[in-house]
């Protein structure tokens, strides 16, 4: 079945650095969504891609959709301690069905 | 505040027993969602209703099950309860019922079995 892998599992920064966490799937999606769910909280949607290639970004947050829509990846530049959490993306394909990854969780010392 | 109401907030129970979860979703959604999130899990899909139609269905044991009333709000059973079932459950809420919309996290009910 569809399967969506995220790594890393666990990232820990200066407060200042980047940060990037890589998603891919075993199958060609659709569209791919990312989440962010602070400690504690609940999944905040945070921006969803569609097209093959496609780039946003919201701030200090770029999001990215692989060419050949399989995979994609968020970076955030010079991470400040409010963007602790941890970070999912979810894809579907056509299952119908929006495949979450297992998260990366993200600490930032200050 | 996402708009989307669960209760309760925390359940605790025996294994063996039964619970009953509710969701209401946020005004105008038509699709609600159902899911689990373990500490070693991430987020699993459970299952997805849209205008009280079950329209997908994820890794949903046989011991759960769950509906939407035409109110929209939506109920999660799960019988049965054996220790592993305790986890954090997220109701979600999306305004269609395709892949494609974004969708808005209750607060969750925390179960644990004892």
């Known amino acids: 079945g569809q399967q969506v892998m995220q790594i890393p599992q666990y990232q820990h920064v200066q407060e200042g650095e980047d940060f990037t966490t890589y998603c891919n799937s075993s199958?060609?999606?659709?569209?791919i969504q990312w989440y962010k769910q602070r400690p504690g909280g609940h999944p905040v949607f945070l921006i969803q891609?569609?097209?093959?290639?496609e780039v946003k970004k919201q701030k200090r947050l770029t999001f990215q959709f692989g060419e050949a829509k399989k995979n994609s990846s968020l970076h955030i530049t010079a991470t400040q301690t409010t963007d602790v959490g941890t970070y999912f993306c979810a894809g579907s394909s056509n299952t119908g069905k929006l495949i979450f990854g297992q998260g990366t969780t993200l600490q930032v010392k200050p | 505040d996402s708009g989307v109401t669960q209760t309760p907030k925390h359940l605790i129970t025996a294994t063996g027993q039964r619970v009953t979860l509710r969701c209401s979703p946020r005004?105008?959604?038509?699709?609600v969602y159902w899911y689990q999130q373990s500490l070693d899990q991430g987020l699993q899909f459970l299952i997805q209703y849209y205008n009280g139609e079950e329209r997908a269905k994820g890794n949903i044991l046989e011991r759960f099950s769950a509906q939407q009333f035409p109110d929209l709000h939506s109920e999660l059973n799960l019988s049965s309860l054996e220790l592993g079932d305790s986890a954090l459950y997220f109701c979600a809420s999306s305004t269609g019922g395709g892949h494609n919309y974004e969708q808005y996290f209750g607060p969750g009910t925390r179960l644990t079995v004892t």
């Open positions: 005004s105008g959604d038509l699709s």
């Open positions: 199958t060609t999606l659709s569209n």
């Open positions: 891609l569609v097209k093959s290639g």
